[in-house]
């Protein structure tokens, strides 16, 4: 007899870390990167993660992006334990569920932004007119569709990071990852960014974006805040900028 859909267990949040620890050798010294962090992510959440330069937001964020482990604790990525998979593994649930967004916008300057985007695709063994049609897709997503045949060089700053949104988006990830996305940006091109952020979320899309700027956490629904390795504090924007 099958469950109804009131008796059905509720999802498991997308992240929840336990006691993520992360220590350095440098030189005969530790360093302690991160610090005994608990952190729970349900599907659908837009969380800014808030610090200073040192405070182990990065850190934080290489691990739930599985491109490292913790040296203790535990990470569940949609219900499975990553935290404890091989390079492999790791490698694997990185192409398939995580988009990753970086300050620089390290696309390709020699090739269309169709091409940069349909370079995931390539990697994940999709090609031809299937890698060219999602790639598509994923440029009209972030309203660069008009855009799609003009070199990173023909375009504008702003266009060139939401052609990399569109890249981090077109696998159809889980979860993105924003690690500074509007560090080399303006203000008003970076409120473009944040608002672009902001439908992806609002269309069901789970993202995580690291700053150390309150006024661009503003534009989430969330916000943890990071000192010296420790998670200090966690709580929700009632009205998001922008919102």
């Known amino acids: 007899m ?3 859909t009131a008796e059905q267990p509720p999802a498991p949040p997308i992240i929840r870390a336990e006691g993520l620890r992360k220590d350095y050798r440098i030189g005969r010294g530790i360093v302690h990167a991160l610090q005994d962090v608990d952190l729970e992510v349900q599907r ?3 969380v800014a993660v808030l ?3 040192g405070s182990g937001k990065s850190t934080l964020m290489a691990l739930l992006g599985c491109l490292d482990t913790p040296t203790q604790g535990r990470y569940w990525l949609e219900g499975v334990l990553v935290s404890r998979l ?3 593994q790791r490698a694997l649930v990185r192409n398939r569920k995580i988009g990753f967004v970086f300050q620089s916008f390290n696309l390709l300057p020699r090739v269309s932004s169709l091409r940069n985007v349909v370079l995931p695709l390539l990697y994940a063994g999709v090609t031809g007119k299937r890698a060219e049609r999602m790639a598509h897709v994923a440029l009209e ?3 660069l569709a008009d855009r799609a045949h003009h070199r990173p060089t023909e375009l504008s700053g702003g266009q060139q990071q939401r052609v990399a949104i569109a890249r981090a988006l077109v696998n159809q990830p889980s979860l993105l990852l924003a690690d500074e996305p509007t560090g080399n940006l303006d203000v008003g091109t970076s409120h473009e960014i944040l608002h672009t952020l902001q439908t992806l979320n609002e269309a069901g899309m789970t993202i995580l974006l690291v700053t150390h700027e309150p006024d661009i956490a503003a534009f989430c629904r969330r916000t943890v ?5 420790r998670l200090i504090a966690d709580w929700q924007t009632l009205t998001p900028t922008g919102a």
């Open 51 to 53: 610090g200073p330069s």
């Open 2 to 4: 099958s469950l109804s």
């Open 44 to 46: 659908g959440d837009f």
């Open 86 to 88: 091989s390079r492999d």
């Open 225 to 229: 805040t990071f000192r010296d390795g």
């Open 141 to 143: 997503r972030i309203g």
